[in-house]
């Protein structure tokens, strides 16, 4: 059984992934940290963490008995562009943190990079596992960093680093703030809301993305999988659909006919999302550890829209 600290555990991915790991693992085995109080009462325990604070990290994952790090503290890619110094310092310092207390305590380490890992020079269709990596934003500088220094404590420390590159992430439970995919979870709460939705992203503009349910299930699958199997380790590309805002929209007027979509572009979002890949190629998932996605996007708008109808009644 494992024991698991979980960095970041009120953000987007955090908050589910939570839930998810206390059904997989028993509540007690799994330690919620963030810099933040929650504002409701949490099932199992949670502690204040700030990831620059690498002496309380250690204290904190020693004190739980950890045996697993996920590191999911991070700011997003519209936010790391806003101030990209706290960007550095956050996303670099915090992960250097966790890989840190993963050294010293030998604990197996999870920790998510994304799209944004890829720039303009990536070829941008069914982008390759192995590619050319030459992000313009802070937040892909970040990320590449990332993927790197965690290969590097796998090879120099034998730390049993694992890590996918997570496209846009759509879910009905927690919204992110300051990403670009963003607009794609926006889409559905204004579309019950007010039945119409002004996008911040143009036409045309293809990203990958993936339902939460499908995201969570890929964390577990790859922490468990077998690591004789895995050539790769950090950084998996992983995906479900791709789709560009057209298309999302004529999903959701599948249950809401008269749903309206219009433009107001953020030129920044958009000079980002125009840098990322229309489309990766995932097949290194699948051949490593059976990575596999449930939801495509007319079984993700269906779910949304029924679980966003009861919690916005
Ligand atoms: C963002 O838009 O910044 C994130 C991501 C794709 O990493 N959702």
Redesign the pocket.
Known sequence: MKKILVTGALGQIGSELITKLQKEYGENNVLATDIRKPQQAQNGPFAILDVTDGKKMHEVAKEFGADTIMHMAAL???KAEENPLLAWNLNMGGLVNALEVARELNLQFFTPS???AFGPSTPKNNTPQDTLQRPTTM?GVNKVSGELLCDYYFHKFGIDTRGVR????ISNVAQ?GG????YAVDIYYKAIEEGKYTSFIAKDTYMDMMYMPDALQAIVDLMEADPAKLIHRNAFNVTAMSFEPEEIAASIRKHIPNFQLTYDVDPVRQAIAESWPDSIDPSAAVEEWGFKATYDLDMMTADMLEQLKKKLK
């Not at 997570?166 to 992430?169: A, D, E, I, N």
């Not at 990403?179 to 963003?182: A, P, S, Y």
């Open positions: 997003l890619s519209a994304s799209i944004g937040y997570f496209p846009g992430l992110p990403g670009t995919t963003d």
